[in-house]
T-cell receptor
Framework: DTEVTQTPKHLVMGMTNKKSLKCEQH?????MYWYKQKAKKPPELMFVYSYEKLSINESVPSRFSPECPNSSLLNLHLHALQPEDSALYLC??????????FGSGTRLTVV | GENVEQHPSTLSVQEGDSAVIKCTYSDSASNYFPWYKQELGKGPQLIID?????GEKKDQRIAVTLNKTAKHFSLHITETQPEDSAVYFCAANGGGSYIPTFGRGTSLIVHP
């Protein structure tokens, strides 16, 4: 299995909702990442997990809460989002410090 | 921190032509330079990468060159095909960080 699987593919949520994005990989990669991507822009790093521990938080608002239940799973919990948080949320993994494998992303719309 | 500039922002070619995308970086300690292709509705896909101890790398129709002295690297696609149409991102991993800094992207359009 050489893929990163993200669910759901699309999500529409209200500003008072709570939802979660899920990411799964079975390549034995020890680093996993959440990125946010706006249209026609490069991905922006949000969080990095290394060996299941949060190692980087790029000053992301607390309405985004990451979780790494085990070495194969990565979640992003969403609460009280704003319309400007609408974007493509990408999960990625890597075996070490190089060569990311990205998922196809979750297209999030906040209404 | 690292700063990566990418040009052009848009590149339009005829099928069969070559395409070249150029990037410059600022941190002389950067040692890993990946290129990602992002098709519409998909996540970026690593297509080729190069490390600082290598000057050129080829994989079928794509090649990457690196000039450490000038701090620039380029992606070359030969015999372009319509399925090469996508957004291409270069990136550089700073010597002190394993997190890549991405360029702003190049939208490549290959006309049949």
């Amino acid at each position: 299995d050489t893929e990163v699987t993200q669910t759901p593919k699309h999500l529409v949520m209200g500003m008072t909702n709570k939802k979660s994005l899920k990411c799964e990989q079975h390549m034995g990669h020890r680093a996993m990442y959440w990125y946010k991507q706006k249209a026609k822009k490069p991905p922006e790093l949000m969080f990095v997990y290394s060996y299941e521990k949060l190692s980087i938080n790029e000053s992301v608002p607390s309405r985004f809460s990451p979780e790494c239940p085990n070495s194969s799973l990565l979640n992003l919990h969403l609460h009280a989002l704003q319309p400007e948080d609408s974007a493509l949320y990408l999960c990625a993994s890597s075996p070490d410090r190089e060569g990311y494998t990205f998922g196809s992303g979750t297209r999030l719309t906040v209404v | 921190g690292e700063n990566v500039e990418q040009h052009p922002s848009t590149l339009s070619v005829q099928e069969g032509d070559s395409a070249v995308i150029k990037c410059t970086y600022s941190d002389s300690a950067s040692n890993y330079f990946p290129w990602y292709k992002q098709e519409l509705g998909k996540g970026p896909q690593l297509i080729i990468d190069i490390r600082s101890n290598v000057g050129e790398k080829k994989d079928q129709r794509i090649a990457v060159t690196l000039n450490k002295t000038a701090k620039h690297f380029s992606l070359h696609i030969t015999e372009t095909q319509p399925e090469d149409s996508a957004v291409y991102f270069c990136a550089a991993n700073g010597g002190g960080s394993y997190i890549p800094t991405f360029g702003r992207g190049t939208s490549l359009i290959v006309h049949p």
